[in-house]
């Protein structure tokens, strides 16, 4: 309902993967809508991030592939509509808003009242973009300032928990995951790093030294030789690993290069290894598609034990950690995995999300 409150999100988020696929009828009657019906004026309360990446997100992608101005426009527009959702005592975004009141504030069931790291995380790409194409500084001031927030914080063994109060400045809840609540905050830096040009020294420095953290404290080995990534909880570590932790596959490869002290082949590996492990999941389970976590401990490796995991729900993940490997090692093996990902999607019937469709697309490449 966080999202739907504004209509056209399907439509939005699909727009760079209808122009890349050449799809240019579908393309032309998206944009029409996008000018005749895409509104922001309306009463009613919105996740920032997910309205950020779907929506902001969409609009950017389809303005710089197809240079309409449309596009620029409601991008910049709805960034304008974002904004209050900054005014708090830190600057830490709120997680919900209204966009008509300018109204905001966190999912009650966030520790004591926190934003969550993977949010308030994600929004850096957009909003440096929203700034240079605004030509306001605004967009791209908000979001630097919650990396000072966060470098001016002690981190718990050099991590980051998923909950940051936007008020104190102060962490919630010690809960650590690489998955769900955190994933794309890491995702961010390194993109950020890679947007400039590879001059934003520091989105690099809070990329590789949060990896070298992860390494040490949550990535282990189970006893049949698969690379994981677990979560920690106080200083705790619980060894399961959420369907969304295996973007972080691809993300260690795409950041192997530029990687610090000669690890580059180091973090190829690393990928390689998550990428494996995620196969795993699929591998293992009767219908070849990996549940919403699995786990290793009790005797098992990368099963679901639990009933509330062993579902799955369309998440790209998985495929889009295929992608990076192939792109970057080109092994077959990855093509081959992805494939078998969408074959047993169309035997099922399944309408595939776009991030699918662009890799079934890239597959005859």
Not at 5 to 16: E, H, S, Y
Not at 101 to 119: F, T, V
């Amino acid at each position: 309902m966080f999202l739907s409150n504004i209509q056209g999100a399907t439509i939005v988020d699909a727009l760079d993967t209808l122009y890349i696929m050449e799809m240019k009828e579908e393309f032309k009657e998206a944009k029409e809508w996008v000018e005749q019906n895409l509104d922001f004026n309306v009463n009613a309360e919105i996740s920032v991030f997910e309205v950020n990446i779907r929506f902001v997100g969409g609009l950017l992608s389809a303005y710089y592939l197809s240079g309409e101005e449309i596009f620029r426009k409601k991008a910049v527009e709805l960034g304008e509509k974002l904004l209050p959702a900054f005014n708090t005592p830190t600057g830490i975004p709120w997680a919900l808003l209204n966009i008509k009141s300018g109204i905001g504030r966190n999912w009650p069931w966030a520790s004591g009242g926190s934003s969550i790291l993977a949010e308030f995380g994600t929004l850096h790409l957009e909003f440096i973009h929203l700034s240079h194409l605004s030509g306001n500084p605004v967009f791209a001031e908000k979001v630097m300032n919650i990396r000072k927030v966060l470098n001016r914080l002690d981190k718990p063994e050099g991590l980051y928990p998923n909950y940051l109060n936007p008020s104190s400045g102060q962490w919630g809840q010690h809960h650590v995951s690489i998955g769900g609540l955190g994933d794309s905050f890491y995702e961010y830096l390194l993109k950020a790093w890679l947007m400039s040009g590879k001059t934003d020294e520091e989105g690099r420095k809070m990329y590789y030294d949060a990896v070298q953290a992860i390494e040490t404290h949550l990535i282990r080995k189970s006893s049949g030789g698969l690379t994981y990534i677990a979560e920690w909880k106080g200083g705790l570590l619980e060894h399961k690993m959420g369907h969304l932790t295996c973007f972080a596959g691809g993300m260690f490869a795409l950041g192997a290069d530029g990687a610090p002290n000669d690890k580059t082949g180091h973090h190829i590996e690393l990928g390689a290894e998550i990428a494996r492990t995620c196969h795993e999941s699929y591998d293992r389970t009767s219908m070849k598609l990996g549940p919403e976590a699995f786990r290793f401990d009790g005797g098992v490796e990368a099963i679901a034990t639990r009933q509330n995991e062993k579902y799955y729900i369309l998440r790209p993940e998985v495929i889009e950690t295929y992608m990076y490997m192939w792109r970057l090692t080109h092994d077959p093996k990855y093509r081959q995995w992805g494939w078998e990902a969408v074959e047993v999607m169309l035997c099922i019937g399944e309408i595939l999300p776009s991030r699918w469709w662009l890799f079934w697309h890239q597959r005859c490449l």
